[in-house]
């Protein structure tokens, strides 16, 4: 797979970076929530009473954000070059490990860290040890 340095650029993960920050910030202090993706998503099976409307305008604020760039600043989606049933595999073993670490990147990553949360930090290390390492069997090993 190739890899499109054209779609990096400082300034959009400086502002993305802000965003997903701001989200966050504002999550905790307006309700005392932690703002973790995968636990907001899996909200929506069983929301609790008054949770549904927030979550899905998180979740719908995901899925419409994309095209929002696209039509403001003329970003392009990045090319995947990966099978459907690669990606859907992927997504399961993502929300498997979400699941089983009790939070996903942005949760652990990006809040817990900021609390200072060892748990957070351990979640972390193993998300970035795991990328690291299936990056190398399947870049260089595998070919």
Not at 10 to 25: F, H, K, V, Y
Request: net charge positive; hydrophobic share 55%; with cysteine.
């Amino acid at each position: 797979m190739q890899v499109d340095w054209a779609h990096f650029t400082p300034a959009s993960a400086l502002g993305g970076g802000a965003l997903i920050g701001l989200a966050a910030t504002l999550l905790l202090l307006r309700d005392g929530r932690i703002l973790g993706a995968a636990g907001i998503f899996a909200g929506l099976a069983q929301p609790k009473t008054g949770d549904f409307a927030w979550r899905l305008a998180f979740v719908g604020g995901l899925m419409v954000s994309p095209a929002l760039a696209a039509l403001l600043w003329g970003v392009t989606a990045p090319q995947i070059a990966a099978s459907p049933n690669l990606l859907i595999v992927g997504g399961f073993l993502v929300g498997l490990g979400a699941r089983l670490g009790n939070g996903c990147t942005s949760g652990h990553g990006v809040c817990g860290l900021a609390r200072l949360s060892k748990r957070s930090l351990a979640a972390s290390l193993t998300f970035m040890a795991t990328g690291v390492a299936t990056v190398f069997v399947f870049r260089h090993l595998l070919g």
